[in-house]
């Protein structure tokens, strides 16, 4: 288990929502604030507030990629262009290794329940649901490509 995966699996134990988790462990090198990471990554736990939508993991990779890599020069079309391939290269990447990159569909029959009311953290949740996986996979991708762009 890489050092990643292993701190954004320790912070869902500890009761950040699977995109707070992924984005929490990378705070260092997006040199934010964790308090102000995990705010804002927040709304996309549960597939987006709990909705099963873009699994939270994901949406967590792509806030991280964004603020390490993204645009902000809104006519720069190559930035744009290279940007949204640097996306769908982490989401080809997370589907290759658990199929889909949706929420409900990665949750199976716990995914039919989109109540915005959170699901308590007992050892049972952890036991059934996939989640914490998910959250070691999302990171330790987005760990990896990080190595690989070091220096881009």
């Known amino acids: 288990m890489t050092r990643k995966e292993e701190q954004a699996r320790a912070l869902f134990r500890e009761g950040y929502n699977c995109s707070q988790a992924v984005v929490a462990a990378f705070c260092d090198e997006m040199a934010m604030d964790r308090r102000q990471a995990v705010r804002l990554?927040?709304?996309?736990?549960?597939?987006?507030?709990?909705?099963r939508e873009v699994c939270g993991t994901v949406s967590g990779m792509f806030f991280v990629a964004g603020?390490?890599?993204?645009?902000?020069?809104?006519?720069?079309?190559?930035?744009?262009?290279?940007?949204?391939?640097?996306?769908?290269?982490?989401?080809a990447r997370f589907k290759a290794e658990t199929g889909s990159i949706i929420c409900r569909?990665?949750?199976?029959?716990a995914g039919r329940d989109n109540s915005p009311v959170p699901?308590?953290?007992?050892?049972?949740?952890?036991?059934?649901?996939p989640c914490e996986?998910?959250?070691?996979?999302?990171?330790?991708i987005l760990e990896a490509y990080i190595e690989e762009n070091r220096g881009s």
């Open 119 to 129: 699901s308590q953290r007992t050892e049972e949740y952890y036991k059934k649901r």
């Open 105 to 109: 569909e990665l949750l199976g029959a």
């Open 67 to 91: 603020a390490l890599y993204g645009y902000d020069v809104p006519k720069d079309y190559e930035a744009k262009k290279e940007h949204y391939a640097r996306i769908q290269d982490l989401a």
């Open 133 to 140: 996986e998910m959250v070691g996979i999302a990171a330790r």
């Open 41 to 51: 990554a927040s709304s996309f736990g549960g597939g987006m507030g709990r909705l």
